[in-house]
């Protein structure tokens, strides 16, 4: 079946400190993955996706690398900031034709000046 | 453009009680998500929609049931609420397969 683990948090780093969150997953097929962000007190957004092995996506400086090999897309920031204090959440595609997300258990990042 | 609402935004219900958690988009999407946020468990899906007028189950249908009887709106009930169903719910809703665009979410809590 389909999963997604992430990294535990929570996450505390100082501001321009690099950043990493673990997500591995486990699928049929060849699923879509995604990162999606979500502020205090608001609904989940779309942070980055890839479609496919190799692909790259990118946004707001977050990285993350679809990586079929190790089963991994680990999101990266070269520099945090404050804004970026948020919950982050790992998802891959069903599919199966369900269309749906499953979503890892969330990350939370909290970044201090 | 408002996206995805929801109404109401909080709501505090006694055991056995009913109510309706309604999601509105103006996006003309055709997909329609309902999703249910717990401490350490990420986002689960409880129903989803693949058109107006269908419905399928998710993977925690179990106490909800659901409508979508305009493309627009997609409804979900709770008819005998019970305190394990105190939770934060997400509606969502998405053009096409994977992309998903979420509401600001409802805490409900049962008591």
């Known amino acids: 079946g389909n999963s997604v683990t992430q990294m535990e948090g929570p996450v505390t780093l100082s501001e321009e400190a690099f950043l990493t969150i673990n997500c591995t997953y486990t699928a049929t097929g060849y699923p879509s993955l995604f990162w999606y962000v979500q502020y205090p007190g608001e609904g989940l957004q779309l942070l980055l996706k890839?479609?496919?092995?190799?692909d790259k996506g990118s946004n707001k400086g977050f990285e993350a690398t679809y990586r079929k090999e190790t089963t991994s897309f680990h999101l990266e920031k070269g520099s945090v900031q404050v804004s970026d204090s948020a919950v982050y959440f790992c998802a891959l595609s069903d599919e199966t034709g369900a269309n749906n997300l499953f979503f890892g258990t969330g990350t939370r990042l909290t970044v201090i000046p | 453009n408002a996206g995805v609402t929801q109404t109401p935004k909080f709501r505090v219900l006694k055991t056995g009680q009913s109510m309706t958690l309604l999601c509105a988009q103006d996006?003309?999407?055709?997909?329609m998500y309902w999703y249910r946020q717990d401490p350490g468990m990420g986002l689960r899906l409880i129903h989803y929609s693949v058109g107006e007028g269908t419905t399928a189950k998710g993977e925690v249908p179990d106490g909800y049931n659901v409508s979508r009887l305009k493309k627009q709106n997609f409804l979900l009930g709770l008819e005998s609420a019970a305190p394990s169903q105190t939770s934060v719910y997400f509606c969502?809703?998405?053009?096409?397969?994977?992309?998903?665009?979420f509401g600001p979410g409802t805490r409900l809590t049962v008591t």
């Open positions: 996006m003309n999407h055709e997909y």
């Open positions: 969502a809703s998405s053009p096409h397969r994977y992309e998903q665009y």
């Open positions: 890839a479609t496919k092995a190799d």
